[in-house]
């Protein structure tokens, strides 16, 4: 292939949120915490209390997860980013092992279909890029901005990455011996199962579990929390809390009343409805996110079943409105089957650490799920806090700068999700129109489409801007190229010879590639234990 023009656009390292654990182990633990209460059962409970037992229980740190046995969880979350595979890792837990138990699937991406009514771009998809695609990565970007430029080259993403020609083909994202490149890739799996598969193995490393609804918070003298007190009127104390109650935070948010930022002015959805249908025989690898009247629709493939649902905005339609669109679109209109409704608070808190509180999950905010971001906030969450407490210093400074980088994150990834929407082309609907038409957009948002209108390169944006630690360079260029915002065709200029030829050359190297993948049922059948796999290689954010 000819060579590739040089772009810093994904550099891949061997870091996983584990991997300073063992330079850290020496610190002493910050002097006065004996005691973590939990409070909350959800995907949000049992993963803090896995990542905390870990870096705690050894310390004779006791944990306790309390969790209400009349609030359900919120049932669902199916989809991961590829950190998710860090996190199973980190704590030593085996693909074979838990993946069977939650009908879990491998995901390469995530397809977007008709949000983009530019010809030619009407679906594109979200790749998990890896390090095979830094051989084509820079040959896109370069491409990419020169179509912007006005020449006719070809600027999809999805022609220039591995993980869209498996997505593609149904194809698994784990290569047969001897292919010299890992392959990035997250998962889909049941939420309720993944749930209960934390809980036992959370029990069995030693965390205590208690059932029972916590009625009350009490207050100590200098504000921290002191005590929560059960529905049968037992005070439970600890040194710290960590609040996993879902929406309603009922430590972070009711009893400590930490502040909270609505992102509703630019991300309108605050609903869904959800319901299964029969899995099909060749498993599909992606999520795919079909734009509806009213928002967008998952789909989503377990071992047992499809999850489909559609996030909406209440304001654009009703409840019955959105049950009958969906039910229409995957053809279950007249089924019996019962959909579930949810609703869904959009924003963040603004100390994720308040006091002796760390929230986690639902309670700490929520952006939507277009992007599946939500167990990654989870993840990080809880390994940063994780981080402060090997390095032993609980102070103020340490406080502010944990909540800093969290705020960061949040929007960081709300920025990227809301470009779903600024871009969009959709006319059906008032719905998409004041998406597009919405001016309420960070400065940084605005800033990054006036990069790319002007043809120059994003990388010195994202690397400089806080918007640069929501997502990496990869997946800008993805969305701006994937949403088709170019000059019309009429309007570009002849590409030379060359461009033929050195598209060809990434059609054969990634064809060629794809061969060394099995097909995803195939595959789940008999998942291969972890020694054969070589290293986890990750994006540096
Ligand atoms: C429509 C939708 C789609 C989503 N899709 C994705 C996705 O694809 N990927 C992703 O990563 N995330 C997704 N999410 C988010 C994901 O579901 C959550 O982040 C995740 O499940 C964590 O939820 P949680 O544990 O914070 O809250 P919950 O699941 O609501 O759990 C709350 C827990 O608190 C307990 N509790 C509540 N009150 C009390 C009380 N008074 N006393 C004791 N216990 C109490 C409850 O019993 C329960 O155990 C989605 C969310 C929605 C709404």
């Known amino acids: 292939m000819s060579a590739v023009p040089q772009s810093p656009t994904i550099p891949v390292t061997n870091l996983t949120y584990s991997s300073r654990i063992a330079e850290r182990r020496a610190a002493t633990p910050p002097p006065g915490l004996r005691r973590v209460v939990i409070v909350g059962g959800g995907s949000a409970g049992w993963m803090a209390a896995m990542l905390l037992a870990q870096a705690m229980i050894p310390r004779g740190i006791e944990i306790t997860v309390l969790e209400s046995p009349t609030v359900g969880i919120i049932g669902v979350g199916e989809g991961s980013t590829p950190w998710l595979r860090g996190f199973f890792e980190q704590l030593g837990i085996e693909e074979s092992e838990w993946m069977p138990d939650c009908n879990a699937t491998y995901k ?148 400590l009343a930490t502040p909270y930022v609505s992102f509703a002015n630019n991300l309108f959805n605050d609903a869904a409805v959800a319901m299964p249908t029969p899995i099909v025989d060749k498993i599909p690898s992606q999520t795919i996110s079909t734009a509806m009247r009213h928002g967008w629709r998952w789909k989503i493939p377990l071992t047992n079943r499809f999850g489909n649902g559609y996030v909406y905005s209440s304001q654009s339609c009703s409840a019955d409105e959105a049950e009958r669109e969906l039910r229409e679109s995957i053809g279950m209109l007249d089924s019996p089957t019962e959909a579930r409704h949810l609703k869904m608070k959009i924003g963040r808190v603004t100390k994720h650490w308040n006091r002796n509180c760390l929230a986690v999950g639902l309670s700490q905010g929520f952006i939507e799920p277009l992007e599946a971001t939500a167990l990654l906030f989870i993840q990080r969450t809880v390994s940063t806090f994780v981080d402060v407490f090997e390095a032993g210093d609980f102070g103020e400074k340490a406080r502010d700068a944990f909540n800093e980088k969290l705020n960061v994150h949040f929007e960081g990834t709300r920025d990227y999700i809301v470009t779903h929407y600024k871009t969009n082309t959709r006319t059906d609907t008032e719905y998409w129109k ?108």
């Open 108 to 255: 390469c991406g995530i397809t977007f279909d008709n949000w983009s009514t530019r010809p030619g771009f009407e679906s594109y998809f979200h790749p998990f890029a890896s390090m095979l695609d830094n051989l084509t990565m820079g040959h896109f970007v370069h491409n990419a901005q020169a179509r912007v430029n006005g020449l006719d080259v070809h600027a999809h993403p999805n022609r220039y990455f591995i993980s869209t020609r498996l997505a593609e083909g149904g194809l698994a994202p784990k290569p047969a011996r001897n292919f010299p490149f890992d392959i990035w890739y997250g998962y889909h799996f049941d939420a309720v199962l993944i749930g209960q598969f934390l809980h036992k193995k959370a029990v069995e490393r030693g965390v205590k579990y208690k059932s029972c609804h916590v009625a009350d918070v009490k207050l100590a003298e200098n504000g921290d929390i002191a005590s929560v007190t059960t529905k049968d009127s037992e005070t439970i104390s600890a040194d710290l809390f960590v609040d996993c109650t879902g929406f309603q935070g009922l430590l972070i948010q009711k009893a």
């Open 434 to 541: 004041a998406n597009a038409a919405n001016p309420d957009i960070s400065e940084a948002l605005k800033q990054l489409y006036a990069t790319w209108m002007s043809g120059r390169s994003l990388v010195p944006d994202i690397g400089r801007q806080a918007i640069g630690r929501g997502y990496p360079v990869c997946s800008w260029y993805c969305i701006m190229a994937g949403m088709g915002i170019f000059p019309e065709g009429g309007k570009l200029r002849p590409a030379s010879g060359e461009h033929a030829t050195e598209m060809a050359e990434i059609d054969n190297l990634l064809d060629r590639s794809a061969l060394n993948f099995r097909d995803q049922r195939e595959l789940l059948a008999a998942i291969p234990p972890r020694a054969t796999e070589p290293s986890l290689q990750v994006y540096f954010w």
